[in-house]
């Protein structure tokens, strides 16, 4: 089976600081991984995935996210916040394992306050 | 690109009651999904369509769920005999085939039931 946990649910960062949000996985074989971000009566938005290669990847609104297998880990991280990053961020994985669920498994969320 | 629509954006209804929601996909996108989201939860599966076929169904798909993409375009999902316990917001994404992971949600309909 395959999970995904976002240990904090509210992560307080001062604009101009960097931020990140934690995300663990467990799968069985090779992980896909996303993050998406919800603003307040939005969709949930694709920021970045990491499918294969570079274990840093990059993604929308200078965002990017770090792959750490030993870890199994994809942090979320932006060297400078801003205002307007404030929002619900949300880790997902697919276990690519032949024979696993084919759909993405989303983590609870963590919600990012950037204060002024 | 008018993004995946979702209508209504809201419904209350009572329990016993049946409900239908309707998204239109990106149109171009072969693939639609259905999420449901709790407060404080990440979405869960719930079915997904590739063209009009229904490929996967998750357990949380009660037999009072029912979802269906007739001509492989828009979809509709309908919930049965409501329970409190459906109340949640209801996600509609859609993807194309070649790019399946990166999924272009609607902004939902948030069922009330009372």
């Known amino acids: 089976a395959q999970s995904v946990a976002q240990p904090e649910d509210q992560v307080n960062v001062a604009e101009g600081n960097p931020l990140t949000v934690k995300c663990t996985y467990s799968v069985s074989g090779n992980p896909y991984l996303f993050w998406y971000v919800q603003y307040p009566n939005r969709g949930l938005q694709f920021l970045l995935k990491y499918i294969t290669g570079d274990n840093l990847v990059k993604g929308s609104y200078g965002f990017e996210a770090e792959f750490n297998k030993s870890q199994t880990s994809f942090h979320l991280k932006k060297p400078s916040a801003l205002v307007s990053d404030s929002a619900l961020y949300f880790c997902?994985?697919?276990?690519?394992?032949?024979?696993?669920?084919?759909?993405?498994?989303f983590g609870s969320g963590t919600q990012l306050t950037v204060l002024p | 690109d008018t993004g995946v629509s979702q209508d209504p954006r809201h419904k209350i209804t009572k329990r016993g009651q049946n409900v239908t929601f309707r998204c239109d996909p990106i149109s171009e996108h072969n693939r639609l999904y259905w999420y449901r989201q709790t407060l404080g939860q990440g979405p869960e599966f719930l079915t997904y369509f590739q063209n009009e076929a229904q490929l996967e169904k998750s357990r949380l798909l009660s037999d009072r769920f029912s979802a269906e993409r007739p001509k492989g375009s828009f979809s509709t999902l309908e919930i049965q005999r409501t329970e409190q316990g459906d109340s949640a917001m209801y996600l509609c994404a859609s993807s194309l085939e070649t790019s399946s992971e990166k999924l272009f949600f609607g902004s939902g309909t948030q069922l009330s039931v009372l």
């Open positions: 997902a994985v697919r276990d690519t394992t032949l024979g696993s669920a084919r759909q993405l498994t």
